[in-house]
């Protein structure tokens, strides 16, 4: 849960406002402070949604404002220590049907089309990954995004078996034998459908997937317990876009999820060989 700081937050302007921005008070902000498409404002406001639930207030400023912060969770855990380590960018604990899927959709559409604009080749490759844990979770997730994206140029897909995904070439064959080739920004799925996708492609590896620059993790507590941890790690791992940022989701802070998030990123590191771990 995202800790509200209303009026009061505005009193305090301590360094920590550095790293803890203001929370938004309305979705109008969103155009003002952070240029989001218009067209992505009023397919906010025509699906009815008047202020952003407690989640959005904190989590959109601290996705939309910097490349690099990190958010506390606050959820009757104002003891848990500030999150702060390499490979999760956000975790985020908030109730179910408190809004977290806006909350990271908004700004995934958003950086996405700025990333766009500024690197035209990023138009062609996959540029974001969203992983749940059912299929039910990940259409839901993919209506929302529609919604949201809707007359903009974002693409939300749905990852189905045996779809392969653009990799960024200029115009991939479309005379190849196999199953279609799918252009799209955003794929939701579930880590199995992804897992699969990724061990009969090999150099899917490398090519489909070097784009994305984004991973968000949907109930992040199910999708690293051991049913499905080590397909969304090696999901996790498979991804060597140097500016990939990582987001934590869940219900739940009463399980181990810090830990599990800590971990994680150990084992992130380990298998990529990396430093010394600490
Ligand atoms: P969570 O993932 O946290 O369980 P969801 O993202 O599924 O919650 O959202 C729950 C419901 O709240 C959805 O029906 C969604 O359309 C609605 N919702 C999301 N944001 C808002 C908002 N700002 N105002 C009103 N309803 C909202
Ligand atoms: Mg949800």
Redesign the pocket.
């Known amino acids: 849960k995202v800790k509200r700081k209303g009026k009061e937050g505005s009193k305090a302007k301590t360094e920590k406002s550095q790293l803890h921005p203001q929370p938004l008070c309305s979705?109008r902000e969103l155009g003002e402070r952070y240029a989001i498409p218009k067209r992505m404002a009023a397919n906010?406001h025509d699906?009815?949604?008047?202020?952003?639930?407690e989640?959005?207030l904190g989590a959109l400023p601290l996705l939309l404002d910097s490349p690099s912060l990190y958010l506390q969770p606050a959820a009757g855990a104002a003891d848990v220590p500030p999150h702060n380590s390499d490979g999760v960018d956000l975790l985020t604990v908030?109730?179910?049907?408190?809004?977290?899927?806006?909350?990271f959709m908004i700004p995934l559409v958003h950086k996405i089309s700025q990333e766009r604009r500024t690197d035209e080749t990023l138009a062609r490759m996959t540029s974001a990954i969203v992983l749940a844990p059912t299929k039910e979770l990940a259409g839901?997730?993919v209506n929302?995004g529609r919604k949201l994206a809707s007359g903009t140029k974002i693409k939300v897909t749905q990852l189905r078996k045996g779809m392969r995904l653009a990799s960024g070439g200029t115009q991939q064959a479309g005379d190849e034998a196999g199953p279609p080739i799918v252009k799209t920004d955003i794929i939701v799925g579930t880590p199995g459908l992804l897992h699969n996708m990724l061990e009969e492609e090999d150099e899917l590896k490398q090519m489909s997937l070097k784009g994305v620059r984004h991973l968000v993790l949907?109930?992040a507590d199910v999708l690293l317990d051991p049913l499905f941890r080590e397909q969304t790690l090696a999901i996790w791992n498979s991804l060597s876009n140097p500016d990939l940022r990582v987001s934590l989701?869940s219900?739940t802070m009463g399980s181990n999820i810090e830990e599990l998030a800590r971990s994680t990123i150990h084992t992130r590191r380990d298998a990529l060989g990396a430093g010394s771990g600490d």
């Open positions: 979705f906010i699906q009815g949604y008047a202020t952003p639930t989640v959005q908030a109730p179910t049907g408190s809004g977290k899927t806006l909350a839901q997730i929302e949907d109930e989701w219900a």
